[in-house]
């Protein structure tokens, strides 16, 4: 039997997947707020899985790249309506992370809501955005100082970049000194084991709380 609080969610995934127009999808992420689902909630059992079957009725012909892109304006309208709801976290400062979406790939909204979420939890965020290379992954961790590298990956793709920017790290001298983590659609546990990061998130809950751990175990 489903509660009305668990309907709520029901109709955020359903109103994302059919697209149902930004505001009606703003008021529905309101209504959830206001009955006091908290934004982690929202995001893991509401929106992912609303763009979850958007993927899904792409990959069936359903949806074309203009639909995809719809739904990458709706997350984007969404943030203003979740950001002053995130909560701040007691940490002050606890080390910097030095952010990216790998080479090739233009998927941002998943690596936007990890990095809002651990610049709430107390860390410097330092973005370098989307199709980042190697080469500006290594600059840019020498130039912050950054303890944690992480990187965004949702293409199949794109995955191997992981492993030439862990190798690029290695030839700079860097690598033991950064703990590295990785998320995004494409990203399993199995694949970090096997390319040799720290560790993988299937979500940013789970990122966030990895990058805790590290932070204060130094
Ligand atoms: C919106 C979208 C787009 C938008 C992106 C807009 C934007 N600003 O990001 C646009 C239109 C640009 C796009 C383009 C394409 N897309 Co697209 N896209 C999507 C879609 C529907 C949603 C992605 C998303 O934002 N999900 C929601 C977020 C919150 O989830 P997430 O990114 O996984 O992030 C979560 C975790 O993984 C984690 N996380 C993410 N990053 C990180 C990083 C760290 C460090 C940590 C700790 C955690 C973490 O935290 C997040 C919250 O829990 C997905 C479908 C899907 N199921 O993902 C397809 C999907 C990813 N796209 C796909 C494809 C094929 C494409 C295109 C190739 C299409 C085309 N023919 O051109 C292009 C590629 C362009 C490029 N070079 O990158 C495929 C990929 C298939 C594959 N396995 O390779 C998917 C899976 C759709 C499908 N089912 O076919 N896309």
Request: aromatic letters at 6%.
């Amino acid at each position: 039997m489903s509660t009305k609080s668990d309907d709520i969610m029901q109709e955020i995934v359903r109103s994302i997947s059919n697209l149902e127009g930004l505001d009606h999808i703003k008021k529905l992420v309101e209504k959830a707020l206001k009955q006091k689902h908290p934004v982690n909630e929202i995001i893991e059992k509401g929106l992912k899985p609303g763009l979850d079957d958007v993927g899904g009725r792409y990959e069936k012909g359903e949806y074309f790249l203009s639909e995809l892109l719809y739904a990458g304006e709706i997350m984007t309208g969404l943030f203003d309506v979740l950001k002053p709801h995130m909560k701040q976290g007691d940490i002050e400062q606890t080390g910097t992370i030095l952010l990216g979406t790998v080479r090739g790939d233009m998927h941002d909204i998943g690596k936007n809501i990890f990095g809002m979420m651990a610049q709430f939890s107390g860390f410097k965020v330092h973005d370098i955005g989307v199709d980042a290379n190697p080469e500006r992954f290594v600059e840019e961790t020498k130039k912050t100082g950054a303890g944690i590298v992480g990187m965004s990956t949702l293409l199949t793709s794109t995955l191997p970049e992981v492993k030439i920017v862990l190798d690029r790290l290695r030839e700079a001298g860097i690598r033991e000194k950064v703990k590295v983590i990785i998320g995004g659609n494409a990203v399993t546990k199995q694949f970090a084991q096997e390319v040799g990061v720290d560790a993988a998130a299937l979500d940013v809950v789970e990122g966030v709380e990895i990058c805790k751990k590290w932070a204060t175990a130094k």
